[in-house]
Nanobody, 120 residues
Framework: QVQLVESGGGLVQAGGSLRLSCAASGRTFSAGTMGWFRQAPGKEREFVASILSGGITAYYADSVKGRFTISRDNSKNTVYLQMNNLKPADTAVYYC?????????????WGQGTQVTVSS
């Protein structure tokens, strides 16, 4: 059974930083794509960032470019999201997602989400 488990969420003041982690188990995603999405209250889930299998090529939503950095450790089957200069608009539940293909076709695996709250 494949599981993605996020951690690292919490409450932080505007301008602060958080680092999210997502550990995968049940299968390896070293040859696939891992990504982060988020969903704010009353809004649809949106793409945040993704990273391809080699760990070099990454994509970001315009709203987080220059502030967030995605990385991965294939030896640990884990993806990270370093979030700096956080803004209240970043408040959301953050979800980790994985696809066995790189580039991705469809994210088939999802975590349960971790809450990030940024206070002004």
């Amino acid at each position: 059974q494949v599981q993605l488990v996020e951690s690292g969420g919490g409450l932080v003041q505007a301008g602060g930083s958080l680092r999210l982690s997502c550990a995968a188990s049940g299968r390896t995603f070293s040859a696939g794509t891992m990504g982060w999405f988020r969903q704010a209250p009353g809004k649809e889930r949106e793409f945040v960032a993704s990273i391809l299998s080699g760990g070099i090529t990454a994509y970001y939503a315009d709203s987080v470019k220059g502030r967030f950095t995605i990385s991965r450790d294939n030896s640990k089957n884990t993806v990270y999201l370093q979030m700096n200069n956080l803004k209240p608009a970043d408040t959301a539940v953050y979800y980790c997602a994985a696809d066995t293909r790189s580039p991705p076709i469809k994210y088939l695996y999802w975590g349960q989400g971790t809450q990030v709250t940024v206070s002004s």
